[in-house]
């Protein structure tokens, strides 16, 4: 079951918005009081020796798991460490605070623990972590039955009815409130120094089609044929048999980063001068041990933070704005989309081994977690898939390893190493730039998405070197990422 969700500005009077900040941090601490419940229950799991063996025992062999797996999960409902478990929890706490907090949104709020765990047990989670204050801003329910409920143009929640803002003349949300409604959510957004509110309606099946209102057509229609991507940490190529493009993933964010960097600035200098007790005459904080670290917070530190808080939101909205822009363009362009498979998680942690340069100084240790914060290539990804998913298609990972499209040449077949400096390669004599020739190759990439349809590339490599040169002309003279190379 497909599911889409329309966001909408609530009309909220001050004494409601006081009893919505109220829920809020009640539900922040419903969250820290279960968390603190399981996580009792999970050190003494964690303790027994079957466990820790069983979890070692572990081949990531899914055959010769599944046994191993099947007395996991019996250790685990042993210690009621199971979603059930989670919400008969709740069911306790919510009667001391029935009144603001129903039944079902406190069920909303275990499940939400439980997936946590669920990221500790089966994902890279490292531990759970606690909800600060003022850090839980969003709310929901199972259904529209109870709980939070939208009826016409409110919403009606434990005593609340609250007017919701619907533009009448905007075809794609009467178009979206015809949908049926699977459940709704209230999120809070600090916005200007100031806390708006929105309701998030969540519909069953697919959103609306766009429409142009001058032609009559599709505003986002899907294209025809093979498209292929070589997605980076800041850039992506795209290589279909309509047009080649290498662009630089939401570059409108680094204004803003630059922005973020002066202001960070600034509550450095002024923790410093109102804190002078807590560093070393070196710079460097004081090690405290176990004793409590008091941080003064001058009113010129409160006003910068709440600047950062801004520059935040700006950029996570931008950033999107900009992903869902460059995914239509990109489905846009076919209906057969193909990717590396890509570990950006890898790529944020920190080098292991400490090296040297060949001027004998130590290399740095950091690798690409602030380009993959700015830039989000996961997200960007994940879009796609989302809208392909509208048209029943989906995005096609092929096999880094196996394939190795930065490696390959198709007009003699061979594989080459090439350093991650090297930006342009050579095919039968021609100069391309290598990440518009990888999209290619992936564009035509066999359905066993190991190898490449060497029929294709050559039937197709002409046009490629027209539209990949054009794009290269579209390029020069602009100042681009020292990763593009043009």
Same mark, same amino acid.
Request: hydrophobic share 35%.
């Given at each position: ?9 609530l009309?909220t ?27 009792k ?16 025992n572990?081949?990531h ?12 999960n019996? @250790? =685990?409902?042993?210690y $009621?460490?199971?979603? !059930?478990?989670f #919400?008969?929890? *709740?069911?306790?706490m919510?009667?001391?605070? +029935? ?31 606690y909800?600060r204050?003022g ?11 109870q ?7 409110r919403?009606?929640?434990n005593?609340?009815?609250?007017p ?22 209230? @999120? =809070?957004?600090?916005? $200007?120094?100031?806390? !708006?509110?929105? #309701?998030?309606i *969540? ?6 089609v +766009?429409?142009?209102?001058?032609t009559g ?16 940490t ?8 309509t ?23 600034k ?16 710079g ?34 931008v950033r ?5 822009c460059?995914?239509n363009a ?22 292991k081994?400490?090296e ?11 690798r690409?977690?602030?380009?993959l ?17 509208y ?15 930065s ?30 020739y990888s ?27 027209m539209?990949?040169?054009r794009e ?8 681009n ?6």
């Amino acid at each position: 079951m497909a599911y889409f969700v329309l966001q909408l500005h609530l009309k909220t009077e001050i004494y409601q918005e006081h009893i919505l900040n109220k829920r809020f941090e009640i539900g922040r601490q419903i969250y820290n009081a279960i968390a603190n419940v399981t996580q009792k229950r999970y050190h003494e799991m964690i303790k027994t020796k079957r466990y820790r063996e069983l979890i070692a025992n572990l081949t990531h062999n899914e055959k010769k798991d599944k046994p191993i797996w099947k007395k996991i999960n019996e @250790i =685990r409902e042993e210690y $009621r460490m199971t979603k !059930k478990e989670f #919400l008969k929890d *709740v069911k306790n706490m919510q009667k001391h605070f +029935k009144k603001n907090i129903d039944s079902q949104t406190a069920q909303k709020i275990a499940a939400s623990v439980w997936k946590a765990y669920e990221k500790l047990f089966y994902g890279n989670g490292e531990k759970i972590h606690y909800k600060r204050y003022g850090e839980l801003n969003s709310l929901e329910s199972n259904s529209n039955l109870q709980g939070i409920r939208f009826r016409k143009d409110r919403i009606l929640w434990n005593g609340l009815d609250i007017p919701v803002a619907i533009d009448n003349n905007n075809t794609y949300e009467q178009q979206a409130l015809q949908n049926p409604i699977a459940y709704c959510r209230i @999120i =809070r957004k600090y916005i $200007r120094n100031k806390f !708006k509110y929105y #309701l998030q309606i *969540v519909f069953k099946g697919n959103p609306p089609v +766009k429409i142009n209102e001058k032609t009559g057509m599709s505003k986002h229609p899907i294209g025809k044929g093979d498209v292929g991507l070589d997605i980076g940490t800041s850039t992506i190529a795209i290589a279909s048999q309509t047009d080649v493009k290498i662009l630089e993933l939401a570059d409108k964010v680094q204004r803003l980063e630059n922005e973020k960097r002066v202001i960070l600035r600034k509550m450095d200098r002024s923790r410093r001068a109102m804190n002078p007790q807590n560093y070393n005459p070196d710079g460097t904080i004081k090690k405290q041990g176990n004793q409590k670290v008091i941080w003064k917070k001058s009113n010129h530190y409160l006003n910068c933070q709440n600047q950062l808080k801004e520059i935040y939101r700006k950029q996570a909205d931008v950033r999107k704005y900009q992903h869902e822009c460059l995914a239509n363009a990109i489905i846009s362009l076919g209906d057969k989309i193909c990717v590396e498979k890509m570990n950006f998680a890898g790529l944020q942690k920190r080098a292991k081994k400490t090296e040297k340069n060949t001027k004998g100084k130590f290399k740095r240790k950091k690798r690409f977690g602030k380009s993959l914060a700015n830039k989000a290539p996961a997200m960007l990804l994940e879009i796609i898939h989302r809208k392909l998913g509208y048209f029943g298609k989906e995005l096609v990972e092929i096999n880094t390893f196996e394939a190795r499209a930065s490696q390959f040449n198709h007009v003699d077949g061979t594989y080459q190493k090439k350093k991650l400096s090297q930006r342009w390669t050579t095919v039968d004599g021609i100069r391309v730039q290598r990440d518009m020739y990888s999209a290619f190759l992936i564009m035509n990439v066999n359905s066993d998405l190991k190898t490449f349809d060497i029929e294709k590339c050559h039937a197709r490599f002409e046009d490629f070197k027209m539209l990949h040169d054009r794009e290269v002309m579209r390029l020069s003279g602009h100042k681009n990422l020292s990763s593009i190379a043009i």
